[in-house]
T-cell receptor, first 113, second 114 residues
């Protein structure tokens, strides 16, 4: 079965410093991978997706993620954090039948001024 | 441009009461989903509907029923609410399965069961 592990439940950075949110996945086939963001009291918004094209995926708001098959990782990065980036981030993998998504437990990003 | 609309936004129930959560999308999507979100557990799929007229169980279907009323609307029913069903419920839609298609989410229904 497919699974996702987000390695940090909380990450705290200062405004203007880089962001790294770590995600490892388990899959017996070539997966589709996503990062979603959830701001307080809101639904989830798609940041970016990987579907076997370029391994470096660019998303909205300056975020990007790199698919590394050898490490089974799909880490999310941003060069410079902004206060508005404070939110919860979810790494997501599609299931092997392609019908459903499997969510990680989430990483809460705090941005300090 | 509403996207996915969920009603109600908040609800408090007593144990044993029944309730239907409503979801509608205006993006002409074929597939719709219901999730529950609990702290530290991400989102877990309750039921989904790949297309109008079909529904399938997800990871945590027990205690819930769904109805795909038409292409736009997908409702979730709790027949006899239990405290373990206290959660935030999200409806989502996508153009279709397979799931390399991104899903679009509503803002959630916060449900407390006493």
């Amino acid at each position: 079965a497919q699974s996702v592990t987000q390695l940090d439940s909380h990450v705290s950075v200062s405004e203007g410093t880089p962001v790294l949110l770590r995600c490892n996945y388990s899959s017996s086939y070539s997966p589709s991978l996503f990062w979603y963001v959830q701001h307080p009291n809101k639904g989830l918004q798609l940041l970016l997706k990987y579907t076997s094209a370029a391994t470096l995926v660019k998303g909205i708001n300056g975020f990007e993620a790199e698919f590394k098959k050898s490490e089974t990782s799909f880490h999310l990065t941003k060069p410079s954090a902004h206060m508005s980036d404070a939110a919860e981030y979810f790494c997501v993998v599609s299931d092997q039948y392609g019908n459903k998504l499997v969510f990680g437990a989430g990483t809460i990003l705090r941005v300090k001024s | 441009n509403a996207g996915v609309t969920q009603t109600p936004k908040f609800q408090v129930l007593k144990t044993g009461q029944s309730m239907t959560l409503q979801c509608a999308q205006d993006m002409n999507h074929n597939s719709m989903y219901w999730y529950r979100q609990d702290p530290g557990m991400g989102l877990r799929l309750i039921y989904y509907s790949a297309s109008e007229g079909t529904t399938d169980k997800g990871e945590v279907p027990n205690g819930y029923n769904v109805s795909r009323l038409n292409k736009r609307e997908f409702s979730l029913r709790l027949e006899s609410a239990a405290p373990s069903q206290t959660s935030v419920y999200f409806c989502a839609s996508s153009v279709r399965t397979p799931s390399n298609q991104p899903q679009h989410f509503g803002d959630g229904t916060r449900l407390s069961i006493l």
